[in-house]
């Protein structure tokens, strides 16, 4: 399955002008949310797909609309009645709202990054992990982190949020082999915290330190598109507020 939490205030973009949702946005023609949905295009006709949308009126039939015009064949959306306190507990909620089985897998991906031509690994480390997370090189403290095994198997042995512990940039794509991993791990966060909210990343450390075997992905820096701020949504060609 693969989820899309987007039940952020969209702040800064509010704080800088704009109106509308981010996702709403129009960029090179189209609204960022079929730029940001578009990565998974093929795997439209074959996996199930979960938006999981704010208490913002009329969000639910905005994302249905967009999926029927995008061609999504199997798309759940579930709207929650209140905001959350991060992106793990949005899909928390949105699972169990969906009902999704323990055993599913999970991908979860951010509405404001683009990763055109998506294809999930078919390497051999894939077919035996209990997750992993797609990751580039670069640095900075606004990204979550990868700190790696020294190995020929990607192996990660820490995630950190928002703090440097490698040149190992997560993109924001998430993968758990099972739901129930996801849950459990989210249930063991929330008893030791590692950040102020609840972010995704840093609950793969709770399944490293169970024996799960996580793994990384690297991709090159040009493979995906970031879209989370206002500068970055100008950069790509966006209009400024009210424009």
Same mark, same amino acid.
């Given at each position: 399955?693969?989820?899309?939490?987007?039940?952020?205030?969209? !702040?800064?973009?509010?704080?800088?002008?704009?109106?509308?949702?981010?996702? =709403?946005?129009?960029?090179?023609?189209?609204?960022?949310?079929?730029?940001?949905?578009?990565?998974?295009? /093929?795997?439209?006709?074959?996996?199930?797909?979960?938006?999981?949308?704010?208490?913002?009126?009329?969000? /639910?039939?905005?994302? *249905?609309?967009?999926?029927?015009?995008?061609?999504?064949?199997?798309?759940?959306?579930?709207?929650?009645?209140?905001?959350?306190?991060?992106?793990?507990?949005?899909?928390? !909620?949105? #699972?169990?709202?969906?009902?999704?089985?323990? =055993?599913?897998?999970?991908?979860?991906?951010?509405?404001?990054?683009?990763?055109?031509?998506?294809?999930?690994?078919?390497?051999?480390?894939? *077919?035996?992990?209990?997750?992993? #997370?797609?990751?580039?090189?670069?640095?900075?403290?606004?990204?979550? $982190?990868?700190?790696?095994?020294?190995?020929?198997?990607?192996?990660?042995?820490?995630?950190?949020?928002?703090?440097?512990?490698?040149?190992?940039?997560?993109?924001? &794509? $998430?993968?758990?082999?099972?739901?129930?991993?996801?849950?459990? /791990? #989210?249930?063991?966060? *929330?008893?030791?915290?590692?950040? /102020?909210?609840? $972010?995704?990343?840093?609950?793969?450390?709770?399944?490293?330190?169970?024996?799960?075997?996580?793994?990384?992905?690297?991709?090159?820096?040009?493979?995906?598109?970031?879209?989370?701020?206002?500068?970055? $949504?100008?950069? &790509?060609?966006?209009?400024?507020?009210?424009?």
């Amino acid at each position: 399955m693969i989820v899309i939490p987007m039940a952020g205030a969209s !702040r800064r973009f509010a704080e800088a002008g704009y109106v509308r949702p981010k996702y =709403e946005l129009s960029l090179a023609g189209r609204p960022v949310l079929h730029h940001a949905v578009a990565s998974f295009q /093929a795997y439209f006709s074959a996996a199930p797909f979960l938006f999981i949308v704010g208490p913002v009126p009329g969000a /639910a039939d905005y994302v *249905r609309s967009a999926c029927a015009e995008l061609g999504v064949s199997q798309a759940a959306i579930v709207a929650l009645d209140r905001p959350t306190q991060g992106q793990a507990e949005t899909v928390e !909620r949105g #699972l169990t709202a969906a009902g999704v089985a323990a =055993e599913a897998a999970l991908t979860i991906f951010n509405i404001d990054t683009f990763r055109p031509g998506f294809r999930f690994p078919h390497d051999d480390w894939s *077919r035996a992990s209990d997750g992993w #997370l797609e990751v580039f090189e670069g640095g900075g403290d606004n990204w979550s $982190y990868v700190r790696p095994a020294m190995d020929a198997e990607p192996l990660a042995l820490e995630t950190a949020e928002k703090q440097p512990i490698s040149n190992l940039c997560c993109t924001g &794509l $998430y993968h758990f082999a099972r739901a129930g991993d996801f849950a459990s /791990a #989210l249930a063991k966060e *929330r008893v030791r915290p590692q950040a /102020a909210e609840l $972010y995704v990343a840093p609950l793969y450390n709770h399944l490293i330190a169970a024996g799960r075997r996580i793994h990384y992905r690297r991709i090159a820096r040009d493979e995906v598109v970031f879209c989370g701020t206002p500068a970055e $949504y100008l950069d &790509l060609g966006g209009a400024p507020p009210g424009g």
